[in-house]
């Protein structure tokens, strides 16, 4: 089995920083890519950013210069660093990877929720 565990959400201020951590555990042979995608009440989710196994990196045009995502292969990790951040920010951010454990399947976190206050 393969688990994602989100940590590092909060409630934070307009302006303010906040960093997202995944982590991938289980039985994980190779990890094709990792992205964090958010929902707010009412909304559908949608993704914030992705990096692939080669570190190729893909923003949501809304976040472009202000979140940044980083992974550290070894650890089957990915950060979100989320800076100037935003009321309309606010939401559940959720980890979600491509696997090849025993089987290949793409596995989604808990979620993590992030509040900004104006």
């Known amino acids: 089995q393969v688990q994602l565990v989100e940590s590092g959400g909060g409630l934070v201020q307009a302006g303010g920083s906040l960093r997202l951590s995944c982590v991938a555990s289980?039985?994980?042979?190779?990890?094709?890519?990792m992205a964090w995608y958010r929902q707010a009440p009412g909304k559908q989710r949608d993704l914030v950013a992705s990096?692939?196994?080669?570190?190729?990196?893909n923003y949501a045009d809304s976040v472009k210069g202000r979140f940044t995502i980083s992974g550290e292969n070894a650890k089957n990790t990915v950060y979100l660093q989320m800076n100037s951040l935003k009321p309309e920010d606010t939401a559940v951010y959720y980890c979600?990877?491509?696997?090849?454990?025993?089987?290949?399947?793409?596995?989604w976190g808990q979620g993590t929720q992030v509040t900004v206050s104006s």
């Open positions: 979600k990877s491509g696997i090849r454990g025993l089987i290949v399947r793409d596995y």
């Open positions: 289980g039985i994980i042979f190779s990890v094709n890519h």
């Open positions: 990096i692939a196994s080669d570190g190729t990196t």
